[in-house]
């Protein structure tokens, strides 16, 4: 069993966590949460880990597009009045782009594993851009063991 995560976004080895709620909207006619709504978790997770959490001056935003996201379901995860665990970790990072591993979970059950690749874009030039040293400074903080 894993020690408690504090109420709100964590640190925790190498993995940002990000507590969501389950709402009652999110439940489909199958009586669990909707598999695309399993998205809108992730997407939750990776916009509080990459844009609303202090970045301790570590220099701009990240300008991102995703590239590709995919989702294994594991377990059906039905409404409850506590909050799931949405893990996330960087798996891999290059000059342009980087990928994102994710686990939704709470201490008993794995509920989906998932993966999205980001690419670093130039909005003003609409072409991908590379990296900067800051943006790759700030990811290795949640990169996997190797």
């Known amino acids: ?7 709100g976004p ?6 940002y966590v990000f507590e969501r709620k389950v709402r009652f909207a999110d439940i ?27 970045r301790d001056g570590e220099g701009n ?3 991102l597009v995703v590239a590709r996201q ?10 409850r009045p506590d909050p799931v665990r949405v893990e996330v970790w960087v798996t891999e990072i290059s000059r342009s782009r980087f ?11 794995l509920y989906a594993e998932a993966r999205t690749i980001l690419v670093a874009y130039d909005s003003a030039a609409a072409w991908p ?18």
Not at 70 to 79: G, K, Q
Not at 99 to 109: C, K, M, N, V, W
Request: proline share 6%; aromatic share 12%; net charge negative.
């Open 1 to 7: 069993m894993t020690e408690p995560i504090p109420a």
């Open 10 to 15: 964590a640190e925790h080895a190498h993995r």
């Open 28 to 54: 489909d006619s199958y009586g669990h949460v909707n598999n695309v709504r399993f998205f809108d978790y992730l997407e939750d997770a990776r916009v509080s880990m990459l844009w609303e959490r202090p």
């Open 61 to 63: 935003r990240l300008d």
């Open 70 to 79: 995919e989702i294994d379901y594991r377990r059906p995860l039905n409404f």
């Open 99 to 109: 990928t994102l591993g994710y686990e939704i979970r709470d201490d008993a059950t």
């Open 129 to 146: 851009r590379r990296l900067g040293e800051d943006e790759v400074a700030f990811l290795r903080r949640f990169s996997a063991p190797a």
